[in-house]
């Protein structure tokens, strides 16, 4: 796989995640997945995200390094809906240590997670991010992905006690 070397690091080489690197790929994801772009209402990024792909899909779990270096990770998963004849991958997490992203590593890690889903019988690949997450909105545009669609999600708390409807009498 070719890969742009990154400045003071050998060259960045993409295998498959083993038990050994969790805690460097949490240590990655807590520092990129901050309150700003992580949340969403069905997942949070904690160690049981790195254990359950891990232990359903590990052959999608990968990771670049240098060295003895782990520059970032991709985390995926395989669908197959009921009724559908298609099989749909779906890239859970992809993250890159701050320091040097935009360095090749996060195109390198989609390309072998997309070779691998290919192989798979996957007909289509599915992200979700923020959509105030520019950059990677703009990263995962450069990798192909065109076709947006926008959710709602709606929340009731409750916690609170619900208020009475104007014009409405008790």
Not at 66 to 73: D, N, R, Y
């Amino acid at each position: 796989m070719s890969e742009t070397p990154i400045a003071g690091e050998d060259t960045p080489r993409i295998r498959e995640m083993t038990i050994d690197d969790f805690p460097e790929v949490f240590h990655i994801g807590e520092e990129v997945f901050t309150a700003e772009y992580s949340q969403s209402l069905y997942r949070t990024w904690d160690e049981y995200e790195i254990t359950t792909l891990f232990n359903s899909d590990n052959e999608l779990c990968l990771v670049a390094e240098a060295g003895e270096k782990i520059l970032g990770f991709a985390l995926g998963t395989t669908v197959k809906k009921h009724n559908s004849p298609w099989k749909y991958g779906y890239l859970v997490w992809l993250g890159i240590r701050k320091d040097i992203q935009q360095g090749g590593v996060g195109s390198g890690l989609f390309k072998e997670i997309k070779r691998r889903m290919k192989e798979q019988g996957v007909r289509m690949i599915i992200i979700d991010t923020s959509a105030d997450n520019q950059p990677a909105i703009r990263f995962f545009q450069k990798q192909g992905f065109d076709d947006v669609q926008e959710h709602i999600y709606m929340s009731l708390n409750l916690t609170r006690k619900a208020r009475k409807k104007p014009g409405k009498k008790p």
